[in-house]
């Protein structure tokens, strides 16, 4: 569209490191920057060494922070120590996909300016480390500190004033992420602007910005590199979907509009004739309606996908999590069946599995039941029942494709038999 800059691909994702969801701050920092750091908290060494596509990583210290967390290993354990609580929320984490049409160097510039700009310079310890295994998928994960540092010392997260807690800081405040949200887009936007580039992001949902399309969900590191290397995966298959029931719907809307554009005018002429269709009489009215009923029944069908794809992508979340916690589950159950003096050993050797097994358990336990139960089979039959109904709104927008193509029929031939208005000589009529 004419005056329009085409927009780029926008993630921007904010989540809480919590040691009660089996986190660690120490191994998620050593993960991201592909180091080894041992966590000094519970003893555990996290060795993340062969770790593949660290192209930069640094941290981003406020003037009044101590000096010594520069170092990653000991700014990460000095959070582990502070936050004494099973529960403790231990580090904010911001993920960010990166412009590939910047550099490297640009993007690692970009990410610098945009930490400094709204963590740093509000008191946050900021630990950046950018991921770009040359499969397009270039990203940053910015982990943030969630205390205060006062006096060169941890603060507290909040004090109470007459038995009310309140916030030290205001870092936690919902408001926060959508402040945070919308300054990425507009750091990324300033930054292709300067390199002339016309593409931009935008941090608004589909909904907001107007546009009347399906989102596709996140793929995530791991399926993304599976599709480059051309292996579908469920998360992908998903989006194939989507896309597809995009441009689908997409055309739909575009013939309707044309279609109602070219019926109203022919059924405002008074000498349009009746026509016969499949043995039935049809006038330019009657095309009309049909086709403004045609436009409602679109509407009501894109609305009624939005919530399904919505709880679709729950679901498909939550069946990922129950199989990789049965995938895993061997793993665990052999390490609480050995002695105490073999564990650690198993425990090294399978990290990875014991790892994905603590955390899907932890994604899993916030939706068991009293009696620990997983409800595993409301989840499938949920699924079953929306893609169902899914694939009947995908029927109805087909369908809706047939009926307007009797109503494309008429119109084309209404407009052949509807005699032509003779041209009106303009030259004649001013020169009498």
């Not at 300054?183 to 936007?189: C, D, E, K, R, S």
């Not at 998903?238 to 059924?267: F, G, T, W, Y």
């Not at 045609?294 to 509407?299: K, P, S």
Request: with cysteine; glycine share 4%.
């Amino acid at each position: 569209m004419k005056g329009v800059s085409p927009i780029a691909i926008y993630h921007c994702s904010i989540k809480i490191i919590s040691r009660g969801k089996g986190r660690s701050a120490v191994a998620a920092a050593a993960y991201r920057a592909s180091e080894k750091i041992v966590n000094q908290y519970d003893g555990e060494i996290h060795d993340y060494t062969n770790k593949k596509g660290v192209v930069h990583s640094e941290i981003l210290l406020p003037d009044h922070a101590p000096a010594e967390y520069k170092d990653r290993a000991i700014l990460w354990n000095a959070v582990e120590k502070v936050e004494r609580y099973k529960t403790a929320q231990l580090a904010r984490e911001i993920e960010l996909a990166l412009p590939v049409e910047l550099t490297a160097e640009q993007n690692i510039s970009l990410v610098r300016e945009y930490v400094n700009q709204h963590f740093v310079s509000a008191g946050m310890c900021a630990d950046i480390a950018i991921h770009d295994t040359g499969k397009g998928n270039p990203h940053a994960h910015i982990m943030l500190t969630m205390r205060p540092i006062e006096n060169g010392e941890w603060g507290a997260k909040s004090h109470t004033v007459d038995g009310v807690k309140i916030p030290t800081v205001d870092w936690n405040e919902q408001t926060k992420a959508e402040v945070w949200r919308e300054a990425w887009a507009n750091a990324v936007n300033t930054a292709l602007e300067k390199q002339n580039l016309e593409i931009r992001v935008d941090h608004r949902s589909y909904e907001r910005q107007g546009i009347d399309q399906l989102p596709t969900i996140h793929l995530g590191a791991a399926a993304h590199q599976m599709e480059q290397r051309g292996i579908p995966t469920e998360r992908g298959n998903i989006n194939r979907e989507i896309r597809a029931l995009n441009r689908q719907l997409r055309k739909l809307k575009s013939q309707m509009s044309k279609a109602h554009k070219d019926v109203s005018k022919l059924a405002k002429n008074p000498e349009a004739p009746i026509v016969i269709d499949e043995g039935k009489p049809f006038t330019m009215q009657d095309a009309e309606r049909q086709i403004r009923d045609m436009m409602q029944e679109q509407t009501e069908l894109r609305g009624r996908l939005n919530p399904i794809e919505g709880r679709l992508k729950v679901l498909v979340e939550h069946l990922r999590q129950v199989k990789i916690h049965k995938k895993n589950m061997p793993y665990y159950d052999e390490y609480k069946s050995l002695p105490p003096r073999k564990q650690k050993k198993y425990a090294a050797e399978h990290k990875k599995e014991l790892d994905l097994f603590k955390s899907a358990n932890s994604y899993l336990n916030k939706y068991r039941s009293k009696d620990g139960k997983i409800p595993l089979a409301a989840w499938v039959e949920e699924y079953q029942q929306l893609t169902a109904e899914k694939n009947e709104i995908s029927k109805s927008t087909m369908s809706l494709s047939e009926r307007l193509r009797q109503s494309d029929r008429i119109r084309k031939r209404v407009k052949e038999a509807t005699p032509k208005q003779p041209q009106r000589n303009r030259g004649w009529e001013m020169e009498h």
